[in-house]
């Protein structure tokens, strides 16, 4: 049985595999993209991103807020599947890894 389409506006909860449909204004689109962030802090420069993102086509902002939405999603699961296989952590108690350092040049960089 193929996909069903996705209804205009919504955010797709899987991989994208064509254009999400429908026309969303611009104030909508910003919203989108709030909620896909929310809960992280946002500063100046990050907010104003977000609206230039917002001004983008909507099936390019739907993939980016799906892209945010699945990453938190998957976050979520794999933080809290660590559990007592790290040193000093107990049955259910998440563990954070840390964040690699992207930061770094590379070694044949001049």
Known sequence: ???RPLPAGR???GPVQA???GFLPEAERARILAAALAGIELGAWDRRILHWISS???ATVLTVASWITRTR???ARTTTA???SRPGATEGQSVRRPAPDYNTTHPDAT
């Open 82 to 84: 660590v559990t007592a």
């Open 73 to 75: 999603g998957h976050q």
């Open 11 to 13: 955010v797709p909860a």
């Open 56 to 58: 983008w086509d909507p």
């Open 19 to 21: 254009p999400p449909p």
């Open 1 to 3: 049985m193929p996909a």
